[in-house]
């Protein structure tokens, strides 16, 4: 998968080879908790995919056991855009498995203001059944601001309920 950096074009991204320069970030509630990335079954049976989007490769995941808490969340934030052309929608796949799941939900943040103006895209909170599903979200567009990120975060509803995304694709 391409690089993604400042100023360019956000790419598309199935997680085969790394995150695309997307950023774990929030810090988890302080337990050190973040997105992970993964081919095959989630560790705990019953909450989460199999195998990545589309059958097979990897995805990326909350897993929501210990020590992960109720209510904690993990980020996942794209580069900063900052070119002059936008995505106008992105479309990407999610897993919601568990008798706990709790929410997943995409935003854009837009700069150069402070504080950040977060716009909310999309959020989706508990059992999706255990299945990719797919989502398509609006992302623009982003006047006056210059510059954005597209974040996505997920909040754990408790031990039995992982979240995962997969394939990223931005249509311009």
């Known amino acids: 998968m391409m690089s993604v950096g400042v100023g360019r074009k956000l790419q ?6 790394d995150t695309c ?3 774990n970030n929030c810090n988890g509630g302080g ?7 993964r081919s095959g079954p989630t560790s705990t049976h019953g909450t989460g995919p199999q195998a990545g989007d589309r059958g097979s490769g990897y995805y990326l995941y909350l897993e929501t056991s210990i020590p992960t808490r109720v209510g904690d969340k993990v980020c ?9 052309r936008h995505p106008k929608t992105l479309r990407f796949a999610y897993h919601m498995s568990g008798s706990e799941v709790g929410c997943l939900t995409v935003k854009q943040m837009l700069y150069p203001t402070k504080p950040v103006v977060v716009k909310p895209l999309w959020t989706l909170c508990g059992d999706q059944g255990d299945q990719w599903h797919t989502a398509k979200v609006s992302v623009g567009p982003i006047r ?3 510059r954005s990120r597209i974040v996505f975060e997920a909040t754990s509803g408790g031990s039995l309920g ?5 394939s990223f694709e931005f249509h311009y």
Request: some cysteine.
């Open 162 to 166: 992982d979240i995962a995304i997969d």
């Open 144 to 146: 006056p601001y210059r």
């Open 76 to 84: 996942l934030q794209s580069p900063l855009k900052t070119s002059r």
């Open 12 to 17: 598309n991204c199935s997680f085969e080879e």
């Open 21 to 23: 320069d997307w950023a």
């Open 31 to 37: 337990n050190g908790i973040g997105w992970l990335r």
